[in-house]
Nanobody
Framework: QVQLVESGGGLVQAGGSLRLSCAASGFSSRDYDMGWFRQAPGKEREFVGA????????DAADSVKGRFSISRDNAKNTVYLQMSSLKPEDTAVYFCAAIKGAWYVGRYYYQKTASEYWGQGTQVTVSS
């Protein structure tokens, strides 16, 4: 049974930091990139960043580049999203997902497929 379980969300003041974790099980991590997405109230889900299976390639959306970073520990089947210099506009539910996409010149191009898996999400609230 595939499971993706996010943790680490919470309430933080603007300028603060949080680290989200995503524990994965039930599928081969070599077959997927791991991505982080977020969805704010009344907005569409947006891509935050991704990491390939080896951890050698990462990418982040321009809105978070330089503030957020992604890493993974394959021995623990866990992916992390380190968030720093948080802003109120970062407030959203954050989801991790096992996804497929393309890496090209340092950027990740997410491709929605039928064989992807999603966690339930964790709330991040940044107060001003």
């Amino acid at each position: 049974q595939v499971q993706l379980v996010e943790s680490g969300g919470g309430l933080v003041q603007a300028g603060g930091s949080l680290r989200l974790s995503c524990a994965a099980s039930g599928f081969s991590s070599r077959d997927y990139d791991m991505g982080w997405f977020r969805q704010a109230p009344g907005k569409e889900r947006e891509f935050v960043g991704a990491i390939n299976w080896s951890g050698g390639s990462t990418d982040a959306a321009d809105s978070v580049k330089g503030r957020f970073s992604i890493s993974r520990d394959n021995a623990k089947n866990t992916v992390y999203l380190q968030m720093s210099s948080l802003k109120p506009e970062d407030t959203a539910v954050y989801f991790c997902a096992a996804i497929k996409g393309a890496w090209y010149v340092g950027r990740y191009y997410y491709q929605k497929t039928a064989s992807e898996y999603w966690g339930q999400g964790t709330q991040v609230t940044v107060s001003s």
